[in-house]
């Protein structure tokens, strides 16, 4: 039986591969995206699919769009949280007012969409929620910062949600992406530092250059990815994490690596740290 899938960012990168993904598997989408004319460019028009203007960061919108989801297919089962974009550079060379807007798109973007959708499926008791996070909030490296830390904090939200909404059939899967050959790293969804700090210029002109080297080039196939996630969708209990790449899932092992190490560091010490009762 089809279900009913609400499809943030659908106009561009990932969100497109997976409307299209989700269609072919027999269901209906609800994409949206701040440009309605794009998504509809990206995505096209047929009976089965309900375009929607979709600014993450307006409450406003999000609920209009839950609410426009419902009055035209009767329920939401599937919401997909894709919106995002990225904020480069080293720490202090990202303006403090980037740094919100980053988190604001990316951890707030979902928030508002979800608790949109959420009274929706509590109400009819059953539902998926689906937030694309990265490998970047799984492990931090040097030049994501802000974007690292709107990953980590999506981990934690969804993470810690998922025993709160389970009594009521809803379910949550947070996806890890490696590096896939989207748009994230084209100028239209990257925020580029300019170099304002003369101990991390060289650097940041260095790696900049490097990484746009690799739009375009990454291993990862998205529209794989989509069906892949759509598979997952359909079971009954999917993950809670999955890893999506090769590289994924090399990072999940690194850092579970990283912190079995650093539990047994100073096991001793750590262990020794309760009350005398005696």
Known sequence: MSKVWLITGAGRGMGVDIAKAARAAGNIVVATGRNTMVVREAIGTTDDLLVVKLDVTSPEDAKAAADATVKEFGRIDVLVNNAGNFYAGFFEEITPENFRAQVETNFFGPV????????????????????????????????????????????????SIAPEIEPFNIRTMLVEPGFFRTELLT????????????????????????????????????????????????????????????????????????????????????????????
């Open 187 to 278: 100028d239209e969804s990257t925020k580029w530092p300019e170099p304002a700090i003369d101990d991390y210029a060289d650097k940041t002109k260095r790696t900049v250059t490097a990484w746009k080297g690799m739009s375009g080039l990454q291993g990862g196939d998205p529209a794989k990815l989509a069906k892949a996630l759509v598979e997952l969708a359909s079971q009954t209990v999917p993950p809670l994490r999955w890893a999506a790449g090769a590289d994924a899932v090399g990072t999940f092992e690194e850092k579970a690596k990283q912190l079995h190490a650093q539990a047994n560091a100073y096991r001793d010490l750590s262990s020794s740290l309760s009350h005398d009762e005696s």
């Open 112 to 159: 508002n969409v979800t608790r949109a959708v959420l009274p929706i499926m509590r109400n009819q008791r059953s539902g998926l929620i689906v937030t694309v996070s990265s490998t970047a909030g799984i492990l931090g490296q040097g030049f994501v910062s802000a974007y690292a830390a709107s990953k980590f904090a999506v981990e934690g939200w969804m993470e």
